[in-house]
Nanobody, 126 residues
Framework: QVQVAESGGGSVQAGGSLNLSCTAS????????LTWFRQAPGKERELVAT???????RYSDSVKGRFIVSEDNAKDSLFLEMNSLKPEDTGLYSC????????????????????WGTGTQVTVSS
């Protein structure tokens, strides 16, 4: 069983910054991927950022250039540095953990994950 926990959310004014952390524990092969998602009220959950196994960071177009994703050497934790925050960045940010290859496709940039944290709220006011 993999356990995932997020921290670092809060409230900030537009233009500000926040740093999120995600820590996963449990069976290592079940947390080969750690990925950030977010969900705004009334909207579907969307991919935000991840680090592929070869080390390449990937971002949604809406956060590219403003957010920076990184992981620790042990790959137990994933971090999200959020800069130049906008009101539309408001939402519940969740971290997911899972294996690298699903249904023959090997990528952390996907919707399907087996283990989720409860999320941390980010609120950006104008």
């Amino acid at each position: 069983q993999v356990q995932v926990a997020e921290s670092g959310g809060g409230s900030v004014q537009a233009g500000g910054s926040l740093n999120l952390s995600c820590t996963a524990s449990g069976y290592p092969y079940l947390r080969s991927c750690l990925t950030w998602f977010r969900q705004a009220p009334g909207k579907e959950r969307e991919l935000v950022a991840t680090v592929e196994r070869e080390g390449r960071a990937r971002y949604s177009d809406s956060v590219k250039g403003r957010f920076i994703v990184s992981e620790d050497n042990a790959k137990d934790s994933l971090f999200l540095e959020m800069n130049s925050l906008k009101p539309e960045d408001t939402g519940l940010y969740s971290c997911a953990a899972g294996i690298y290859c699903v249904s023959g496709v090997c990528s952390c940039w996907r919707q399907e994950y087996t283990s989720w944290g409860t999320g941390t709220q980010v609120t950006v006011s104008s």
